[in-house]
């Protein structure tokens, strides 16, 4: 299986970014679906999951309220919308997919930069 991340890029604080994921090689729809980021120095912390069957979401408390995650079982994709963006989000952002096997899968990261 193979994860594909898109949507990183530098936005001023404040901004939006849309984070896009998408899965190839394996059953999409039967994984839970997460995003994860790694800010420098510091080790990888989970950001927000959406269930396989998309009613099971959770967020880090210091992204609730202005990070949205939403998945697309047709087109094998997962999203995350992030709203208001501070320097503090600045990180590295992976995708990672789940399954309750416990089989799981890692996208190469993309940047996202929010000059303080």
């Known amino acids: 299986g193979q994860l594909v991340e898109s949507g990183g890029g530098l936005v001023q604080p404040g901004g939006s970014l849309k984070l896009s994921c998408v899965g190839s090689?394996?059953?999409?729809?039967?994984?839970?679906m997460s995003w994860y980021r790694q800010r420098p120095g510091q080790v990888r912390e989970l950001v927000a999951a959406?269930?396989?069957?998309?009613?099971?979401?959770d967020y880090a408390t210091s992204v609730k309220g202005r990070f949205t995650i939403s998945r697309d079982d047709d087109t094998n994709t997962v999203y995350l919308q992030m709203n208001s963006l501070k320097p503090e989000d600045t990180a590295v952002y992976y995708c990672?997919?789940?399954?309750?096997?416990?089989?799981?899968?890692w996208g190469q990261g993309t940047q996202v930069t929010i000059p303080s």
């Open positions: 990672n997919a789940r399954h309750y096997s416990l089989r799981e899968y």
């Open positions: 090689g394996f059953t999409f729809s039967t994984y839970a």
């Open positions: 959406i269930g396989s069957l998309g009613d099971t979401i």
